[in-house]
């Protein structure tokens, strides 16, 4: 099993920015596709970006593409979501989970096997 703590959320006004961490237990995190998700009270979970195991390939939902950025760390067993130009529809838990297998570009909820606990993200307009 993987293990993944989410940090960096907090308070930010329109048009600011965030960067999210997630770290990972266990020595394989390399061997894993690592996406980015976020959900808001009364809504289902969004899948927002998504990044292969070399850091090479990513994958963004059209409603962060261009706003935010994913990228890893391999040495350090940490994804990171850069979030730019945030709006206050942005509000929301987000959360980093892991899937194993081959690269293929899903944000596919129950395409990922395990999730962090979540992060709160909030934007005041």
Request: charge should be positive.
């Amino acid at each position: 099993q993987v293990q993944l703590v989410e940090s960096g959320g907090g308070l930010v006004q329109a048009g600011g920015s965030l960067r999210l961490s997630c770290a990972a237990s266990g020595r394989t995190f390399s061997s894993y596709v690592m996406g980015w998700f976020r959900q808001a009270p009364g809504k289902e979970r969004e899948g927002l970006a998504a990044i292969n195991r070399s850091g090479g390939r990513t994958y963004y939902a059209d409603s962060v593409k261009g706003r935010f950025t994913i990228s890893r760390d391999n040495a350090k067993n940490t994804v990171y979501l850069q979030m730019d130009s945030l709006k206050p529809e942005d509000t929301a838990d987000y959360y980093c989970a892991v899937r194993g297998g081959s690269w293929y570009p899903t944000l596919g909820v129950r395409d990922y096997d395990y999730w962090g606990q979540g992060t709160q993200v909030t934007v005041s307009s």
